[in-house]
């Protein structure tokens, strides 16, 4: 496991664009008439996991595309989760990860195989329930960052204008979907440890609007 800190710096996880390392961006496409199908990406939602297992089967490697262990795709959106290689999700099994489910996909090749080695990451707008609010900072930018406590009705959804200047959670996690936004959060140790184990097709940007402590 990775070591536990008292301050944790957090970079959003993104796809790579970069060409020469995916080959092609998006490197997925949908699978033939996926629309029809039962149980499609339609029933994932960013506020609750679904009832039933998901149909994510059959998506298909783009002409030109490489696989990587991150894999980009416009569909299901990346606000939804992120398809990764089974590689990347026995590492995720070794941290700490909220609000996230693993689910069965597979990925027809350039040459007709079909690769199983291939899982949908769901992330969803569960942290809220992370959140010391004694100890964290809300602002409101319309009255110049005066700071502001939060009732509980308002913790949810946040009031016009206002916005986390600190979040401090009440646990140490390394993968979440960050409260009130979409993006996909995980801790440097994280971060680290992706690089040492040569995870491909993602890149990271330093997340500096909040502190996670």
């Known amino acids: 496991m990775i070591n536990n800190m008292n301050s944790i710096n957090y970079y959003t996880l993104c796809p790579s664009t970069s060409l020469e390392e995916v080959g092609v961006w998006e490197q997925l ?22 009832q039933i297992e998901p149909n994510l089967e059959n998506f298909r490697l783009k002409k030109g595309a490489i696989l990587t262990d991150v894999l980009s795709s416009y569909l299901p959106a990346k606000s939804l989760g992120i398809f990764v290689s089974k590689k990347f999700k026995e590492l995720l099994g070794q941290v700490n990860i909220h609000g ?7 990925i027809e090749l350039k040459t007709g195989e079909v690769s199983e080695g291939y899982h949908f990451m769901h992330l969803i707008d569960n942290c809220v329930e ?12 319309s009255e110049e960052n005066k700071q502001v406590h939060l009732k509980d009705k308002d913790r949810v959804d946040l009031p016009d204008f206002v916005e986390p200047k600190k979040l401090v959670l009440f646990k140490r996690v390394d993968v979440l979907r960050s409260p009130y936004n979409v993006e996909i959060l995980i801790s440097e140790g994280l971060k680290n440890k992706m690089e040492e184990y040569g995870i491909t097709g993602a890149y990271f940007e330093r997340y500096m609007n909040y502190v996670y402590i």
């Open 100 to 106: 996230v489910r693993f689910y069965k996909t597979s």
């Open 29 to 50: 496409d949908i699978p033939k008439d996926y629309y029809k199908k039962q149980n499609n990406f339609k029933i994932l939602d960013y506020r609750s996991f679904p």
């Open 130 to 141: 992370l959140i010391d609010f004694d100890h964290s900072v809300f602002v409101d930018f």
